[in-house]
C-alpha cells in the first residue's frame, strides 16, 4: 500500500513538473537569438516576457554584432544560424542583396512608434527587413569646468576656441574629426550636399552624389577655417585624429569635443565635470545635421519559423521593454513614446542623443556607400589643411565614387 502511494505521489509530482514546461517546448517551438556582446541583459525580462506568453523557448547567444551578418553566411546555409540577429543599418544593402535576411510584414499601425529616420534606415526597396533598436548620432561634449554653458552656434564655438589657443597654444575650445565625411556631413548637408539622391519612390540613386555641389563646396570652405589658423591642432588629422580629440578632451586641453554615444562611457570613467548637448545651429541658420547609425534586429532567411521570429523583434521591441533596456543598457532606443519619457527627457546624455536624432539622416545603407568613405575622406583632408582648393579637391573625390561604383555594380 505504502509502495501504491509512493509511485500516485511520483506519478502526480511528474505530473505537476510536466504541467510547468511550457507545452511549445515540447513541440520544438525554439527560437535562436544573436544578441551584441554584454547586451543580453537588457532584453533578459522581455524574453522572459515572450515566453511565457507564447509558451517558445527563446535562446540568447552573444556576439559583436559587427560580426553576426558574415557569420550568418557560414551558418544560415548549415542549418545553424539564428532566427534573429543584430546588425547594423549600413549592412542593410549588401545583405539584402545577398539574400540573408527576409523582408518583414509590420503593418503601418505597427510601426508607429519608430522614428522615421530609424525605419529608413531599415528600408530597401520600399520594403522593410529590420526593426531599430538602437539609434548613435553624433552630440556635443564639453567640459563644464572650461566652458559652464554650451553655446548656440558654431560661429560661437570658434571664436572661444580662437581666443583660447592664442590665450596658450596648448589649449582648444572645440575640436572635432572634420577631416572625415562621417563628421563633416553635420555642416555639408544642412548646406545642401548630400551623399546619394533619393528617387521619386524614396530609393537612393547612386549615379547623382551631392559631395561636390555648391552647398558641399562652401561647407568644406567653411570647415576648412577651423584648421587655417591654428584653432585646430594639426594633429588631429588622419587616421589617429579620434585618439588625439579624446586625449585632448580628458586631460581638460580641449574645452568640448564632437563625439558620439560611444565616448560617453569613456568619458565618465575619467571624472571629468562634462555635459552633453546637440550639435549647434550653423552660420545660416540651420541646425548641424549628423548621420545616423541604427542598429536593429533582423530575421535570418534560414530561420525555421519567420513569423515567430518577427513576432519576437516586435514583442522586444515594444516601449516598456525598449524603456528597460535603456535603463539597463544606456541604448538610445528608437522609440517615440521612450524618447519623450521623463527617463530619457530629465538625462542630459539621452535627450541630446535623442534631439540630435530627429535632426539625422539615416546613413545609407546600400552597398554603394562602401565605396564613398575613402575618396571623400581623403578630399576632405586635402581641403582642410589647404593642400587643394575644394572645388578641385571635392569633384575630384565625386568623380572617385562614381568610377569605383560602376566597377563595384559590375561585380553583381
Known amino acids: 500500500m505504502k509502495a501504491l502511494n509512493r509511485l500516485t505521489m511520483a506519478v502526480a509530482v511528474a505530473t505537476a513538473s510536466l504541467a510547468a514546461i511550457p507545452a511549445s517546448y515540447a513541440a520544438d517551438c525554439e527560437l535562436l537569438v544573436w544578441e551584441d556582446i554584454q547586451k543580453s541583459k537588457g532584453i533578459t525580462d522581455a524574453v522572459a516576457a515572450f515566453e511565457q506568453e507564447t509558451k517558445c523557448k527563446v535562446s540568447i547567444q552573444e556576439m559583436p554584432y559587427v560580426q553576426q551578418i558574415e557569420k550568418l553566411r557560414l551558418d544560415g546555409p548549415a542549418g545553424i544560424g539564428p532566427d534573429v540577429l543584430l546588425i547594423a543599418s549600413d549592412q542593410l544593402g549588401a545583405s539584402v542583396v545577398q539574400g540573408l535576411i527576409a523582408p518583414l510584414t509590420a503593418t503601418p499601425e505597427q510601426l508607429t512608434d519608430y522614428t522615421e529616420s530609424a525605419l529608413n534606415a531599415f ?57 572625415q565625411i562621417y563628421y563633416a556631413y553635420s555642416v555639408i548637408a544642412p548646406y545642401g550636399g548630400y551623399i546619394f539622391a533619393r528617387d521619386e519612390k524614396g530609393n537612393f540613386d547612386v549615379t547623382d552624389v551631392g559631395l561636390s555641389n555648391e552647398g558641399a563646396i562652401e561647407a568644406a570652405n567653411y570647415l576648412r577655417t577651423f584648421y587655417e589658423d591654428g584653432t585646430f591642432p594639426a594633429g588631429i588629422l588622419g587616421e589617429n585624429g579620434l585618439n588625439a580629440i579624446d586625449s585632448l578632451f580628458t586631460e581638460k586641453k580641449a574645452a568640448a569635443v564632437i563625439n558620439g554615444p560611444w565616448a560617453y562611457e569613456p568619458y565618465t570613467k575619467t571624472g571629468i565635470n562634462f555635459g552633453v548637448t546637440p550639435l549647434p545651429k550653423l552660420p545660416n541658420g540651420k541646425d548641424m545635421s549628423s548621420l545616423l547609425g ?100 571635392l569633384k575630384g573625390a565625386t568623380e572617385q565614387i562614381h568610377n569605383q561604383i560602376e566597377a563595384f555594380r559590375s561585380g553583381f
Not at 522593410?128 to 553624433?138: I, S
Not at 519576437?312 to 521612450?338: C, D, G, H, L, Y
Open 123 to 179: 528600408t530597401s526597396d520600399g520594403q522593410l527587413y529590420g526593426l531599430p533598436k538602437v539609434v548613435e548620432t553624433l552630440v556635443m561634449y564639453y567640459n563644464k569646468d572650461l566652458l559652464p554653458t554650451p553655446f548656440d552656434t558654431l560661429d560661437e564655438y570658434k571664436k572661444f576656441s580662437q581666443e583660447r589657443h592664442a590665450a596658450d597654444a596648448g589649449n582648444y575650445g572645440l575640436i572635432a574629426k572634420f577631416d
Open 294 to 393: 541604427v542598429k536593429g534586429y533582423a530575421v535570418s532567411t534560414w530561420s525555421k519559423d519567420p513569423d515567430l521570429a518577427e513576432k519576437f523583434i516586435q514583442f522586444i521591441n515594444k516601449p516598456e521593454w525598449a524603456k528597460k533596456r535603456f535603463e539597463i543598457t544606456t541604448e538610445i532606443p528608437a522609440s517615440k513614446a521612450v524618447m519623450n519619457d521623463p527617463i530619457i527627457t530629465d538625462n542630459e546624455f539621452a535627450k541630446a542623443v535623442a534631439i540630435q536624432s530627429t535632426r539625422a539622416e539615416a546613413m545609407p545603407s546600400i552597398p554603394e556607400m562602401s565605396q564613398v568613405w575613402t575618396p571623400i575622406d581623403s578630399a576632405l583632408q586635402l581641403v582642410v589643411s589647404g593642400k587643394q582648393d575644394a572645388p578641385s579637391a
